[in-house]
Structure formats: C-alpha cells, structure tokens
C-alpha cells in the first residue's frame, strides 16, 4: 500500500522550472531517496509534499491525503526534518522538544513521557540539560529529528540530514533512519550522497533539473550502465587533449572531467586500461594515479546526464 503517490508535479519560479512533472509511489513501512545533486529539485519537491508550497500542476497523496485539498490531514501524520536546524539555541533539548511538543498539542504527563522517549530515540538523554548552543553541528541535527518524532508520524520527511557534520554523528543519523523504519516508519530522504542512498534505500528516484530521470532499487538502477566500471585517473598535464584521444578508444563509453581528474565508464577496465595508458602516452601525458570502481549509482548518474552527481 502507498503511504505517498505523487502525481505529476510542478513548480516553476518565474523561469526557472524547479520540478517539472515528478511522480513516484513511496510504499509504507520504506526507506525511500531522491538522489540528486544541488539544484535538482528534491528540495522544492520536498516542500510540497510538506503544504509548505502549493504546486502550480499535479497533486500528492500521503496516507490518503491530498496536499492541494486536505493539508490538515496530511500534516497529522507527517513529521519533517528541514535542511536548516530549526531549533532555539538558548533552551536546552529538553526545553526545544517540550515546546514543540505543544505546539503539537500534547500537554502534562503525556508530553514529559514522549520528550522522554524522543530524548532516547535520539540518544541526547545524558545531554538533555544542555544548551543547545553548545550542541555540535551533529548533536543539534539529532535534535532536529527528535521534533519531527514527537507527534509520532506515520510518515517522516529528511531534507539533507546529513550535510555538514562530522562522521560519527553521520552514522548515528543513518542508523536512526533504519531503526525507524525497523519500527515501521515510512522515511522520504533527500541526498545527494550516492553511499547513502545506496544503503538505506528500498527504492530510489534519481532527480537533476526538476526531473525523475531513473527510478527504481539500487539494483534495477545499477543495471542502467550494465556491468560498466568507472575508472578515475589523474594525468600530468591538462586533461582536455587526453580526454578526447580517450573518448575514441576501443571499449570507452564516457569520458567526463571531474575536480581535476578523468572518469571513464568502461566495459571492461582490463582490457581498457592498457589502452588508455597507451592513448594517453601518444598524447605526452602520463598517468599519475587509478581508481576502479564495479558499478554504482553514481556511474549511473554520469551515464544518464553527463555530469558528475556532486556538480
């Protein structure tokens, strides 16, 4: 059963088309991403299906709910966890979860419990008491969740949790988004990170330029560019010249300069290699380093647009 259908979507502001015409069904109990580099549209997206902004075409349901027709109904069962920390600095966690807890609703007894719990959740317990402040980038993101867990959403939405902070508070907010899924949560995430769309995702919708351009498992995506590895080399001279005596070689699908280095998608690195070595000594340059890589989303990426998905 779908906890989201989202229905040809649009939005344009002025000239610019942010989604242009998006659809996916987001099953319940699932770990859903948009992948997608900065300016995709996954933000904008995310904001609609929130009744933050109205659509100018299409329409979404979430558990049931319309987001043009029945707003009030779809933010009683959604939380959100916005890319900007939405949090008072000078209140404890303690202090911010109790006052979004009532702006919830929840009051007495009842509120101290599920602050209680959210404070667990998010394993700020030892902490509660401190300003949030003095919190890290990532202790403060943490903190961010546990306001859109207070009211116990069926349904949650994460723009970009993950930007800006430090690995280890990374993992713990990756293992929180599994845990609640584990309890039954549907999650809708943002990234623009391929590791972590790979590894948490049931299903993924890649975004660039207000389009879903590839949807579906990790898998299904990966079988896009077939059993093409991405080889990532780094020469001794300007790139320019090799990368087009490499674009001619023999078993060369791609060839994409990428912060300083070459990225090839090829059949077969075995048999490639050797001849970009060889093409790229016809053109006086030498290769300084080489990174091989089997099949992933963001040779995807590369493979449907041209582009590195961090651009």
Known sequence: MSAIEVKNLHKAFGDLKAVD?????????????????????????????????????????VMGHSIKADQMGVKSVLGVVPQEIALYNDLSARENLTFWGKMYGLRGAPLKQRVDEVLEIIGLTERAKDRVGKYSGGMKRRVNIGVALLHKPQVIYMDEPTVGIDPQSRR??????????????TVLYTTHYMEEAQELSDHIAIMDTGKVIAYGTNAELVKIVGQMDRITLTVSTDGGRVAE??????????VKAE??????????SNQVLPRLFEAASTQGTRITSVTIQEPNLEAVFLHLTGKALRD
């Open 21 to 61: 015409g998006v659809s996916f069904d987001v099953q319940q109990g699932e770990i859903f991403s948009l992948l997608g580099p900065n300016g995709a549209g996954k933000t904008t997206t995310i904001s609609m299906l929130s009744c933050l902004l109205r659509p100018d075409q299409g329409d979404a349901l």
């Open 172 to 185: 713990n907010i990756l293992d929180s988004v599994v845990a609640l899924k584990n309890q039954g949560m």
């Open 245 to 254: 005596a490499w674009k001619v070689v023999k078993g060369v699908k791609q």
């Open 259 to 268: 912060d300083g280095t070459l990225v090839v998608l090829a059949e077969d």
